[in-house]
C-alpha cells in the first residue's frame, strides 16, 4: 500500500493563479481531510468528507473548494490564490470507527504535504 | 470549539535522557480520544500515542508513555531514553467521540531537539 498520496510535492503561484492539489488513498478510507500548516503552527482543518459525494467545511474553509467523486481521490481546488494562502497543505485518511464496541479511535494517516508559496 | 494549548514552543534534552512535553485542552465534552503526532524534518505526520478518555489507565507505547490527567485537562508526553531520531515537532491533537468524523483539533506544536 502506498497510503496517502499527495501532488505536487511544491509549488509556486502568481497571485490570482489557480491550482489543484491533489490526494489520493489506497486504504479504502471512507474519511478524508485537508489540513494547511502555517510557518511554526499546528495543523487547522480546511475541509472533510465522509464518503464519495459528501464534503463538508471545517475551521478555515474561505478560499479553497473541494470535490470527492470517488472514495480513492479528494482533491483542494484553490481559485484565486492569495499570499495569505502560503502554507504546507497536508491530506488524511482514516476509516469508520471500529463498529467492534471496543473504544479504539480510528487513526488518521497523513499524506508527505505540498508546500505552497504564493507570491 | 476544543481548543488544544501546547505551551512550550522548543524544548531540549540529551540523549538517553528523559523529557516531558506539556498539553491542555479545553472542552465540555466527556467523550473523546487525545493523540501525539510527531512531525519530523521530512514532514510527514507520525502517530506516536492516543489515549481515550474514558479510560484511566494512561498509555504506552515503548518508550513513549503519557500522563492524562482528565479533571485538569492535561496530556503530557513523557520520552524516556530519548534518540537522535526523536527530535521533531511534537503535536497534541483531540477530537471528540459520538459523530465528529475523526476531525482534529491540533495544538501549536513543541520542537523537540535531541542533543549527543
Known amino acids: 500500500n502506498a497510503g496517502v498520496t499527495q501532488t505536487p510535492k511544491f509549488r509556486i503561484l502568481k497571485i490570482g493563479q489557480s491550482m489543484t492539489l491533489q490526494c489520493t488513498q489506497d486504504?479504502?478510507?471512507?474519511?478524508m481531510y485537508w489540513y494547511r500548516q502555517d510557518p511554526g503552527m499546528g495543523l487547522k482543518l480546511i475541509y472533510y468528507s465522509v464518503g464519495a459525494g459528501i464534503t463538508d467545511k471545517g475551521e478555515v474553509p474561505n478560499g479553497y473548494n473541494v470535490s470527492r467523486s470517488t472514495t480513492e481521490d479528494f482533491p483542494l481546488r484553490l481559485e484565486l490564490a492569495a499570499p495569505s494562502q502560503t502554507s504546507v497543505y497536508f491530506c488524511?485518511?482514516?476509516?469508520?470507527?471500529?463498529?467492534?464496541?471496543?473504544?479504539?479511535?480510528?487513526?488518521?494517516?497523513f499524506g508527505p504535504g505540498t508546500r505552497l508559496l504564493v507570491l | 470549539a476544543q481548543t488544544v494549548t501546547q505551551s512550550q514552543p522548543e524544548m531540549s534534552v540529551q540523549e538517553a535522557e528523559t523529557v516531558t512535553l506539556s498539553c491542555t485542552y479545553d472542552?465540555?465534552?466527556?467523550?473523546?480520544?487525545l493523540f501525539w503526532y510527531k512531525q519530523p524534518p521530512s514532514r510527514q505526520m507520525i502517530l506516536v500515542i492516543r489515549?481515550?478518555?474514558?479510560?484511566?489507565q494512561n498509555a504506552t507505547e515503548n518508550r513513549f508513555s503519557v500522563n492524562f490527567q482528565k479533571a485538569a485537562k492535561s496530556f503530557s508526553l513523557k520520552i524516556s531514553d530519548s534518540q537522535l531520531g526523536d527530535t521533531a515537532m511534537y503535536f497534541c491533537?483531540?477530537?471528540?467521540?459520538?459523530?465528529?468524523?475523526?476531525?482534529?483539533?491540533f495544538g501549536q506544536g513543541t520542537i523537540l531537539t535531541v542533543h549527543p
Open positions: 491533537a483531540f477530537r471528540t467521540g459520538g459523530t465528529s468524523y475523526g476531525k482534529l483539533t
Open positions: 472542552t465540555s465534552e466527556n467523550n473523546y480520544y
Open positions: 486504504m479504502n478510507h471512507n474519511y
Open positions: 488524511a485518511s482514516s476509516s469508520l470507527p471500529s463498529l467492534s464496541g471496543d473504544g479504539r479511535p480510528e487513526t488518521q494517516y
Open positions: 489515549q481515550e478518555a474514558y479510560k484511566q
